[in-house]
């Protein structure tokens, strides 16, 4: 079952002193690409046994998989965001495309150097607010 999907900052803090997140503010939940499978057990949520299964679909349908990660390995977890694209999303300056693939090799995240246009925006705007914002380049 899908067991988590769009996380608050609020539910990421509380997961961060928890210890189940090293992500402290903000995770890849947060701009809702990534969620979390587990089993179905009786109808209730179980994160035991084998999720090896995940990480073959996931390899299968051009997603990664928290599996694969060495420092904190997350078997229940399947993202759309390469590791070393998380800044710029973090950021707010990147947003993936939709053809953008985070199982290819090369680097995709583009890198802005100008100023952010809203230095005010929050992480709380919906996200076809900042997918706007990261897509439209400022006038010059
Ligand atoms: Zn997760």
């Known amino acids: 079952m899908s067991f988590e999907t769009y996380r608050s900052q609020e539910r990421q803090a509380k997961l961060f ?3 189940t997140t090293k ?5 890849v939940h947060h701009y809702g690409l990534a969620c979390d499978i587990v089993r ?5 949520p179980s994160w035991d046994g084998d999720f090896s299964i995940i990480g073959r679909l996931a ?9 694969d990660w060495k420092t904190f390995p997350d078997a229940y ?5 390469r590791m070393a694209d ?3 999303l973090f ?15 090369a680097e995709t995240a583009p890198i802005r150097t100008d100023p952010d246009p809203d230095p005010d925006r929050t992480l709380e705007q919906p996200i076809s607010e900042i997918k706007t914002l990261i897509v439209e380049k ?3």
């Not at 179905?40 to 209730?44: A, L, N, R, T, W």
């Not at 977890?77 to 965001?81: A, G, K, L, S």
């Open 17 to 19: 002193v928890d210890g």
């Open 23 to 27: 992500l402290k503010n903000v995770g």
């Open 40 to 44: 179905s057990v009786d109808g209730k």
């Open 59 to 67: 390899k299968k349908h051009g997603l990664v998989w928290g599996g």
């Open 77 to 81: 977890h399947v993202q759309r965001c």
């Open 86 to 88: 998380q800044k710029a």
């Open 91 to 105: 950021a707010g300056t990147w947003y993936p495309s939709e053809t953008y693939d985070p199982t290819a090799r």
């Open 138 to 140: 400022p006038e010059e």
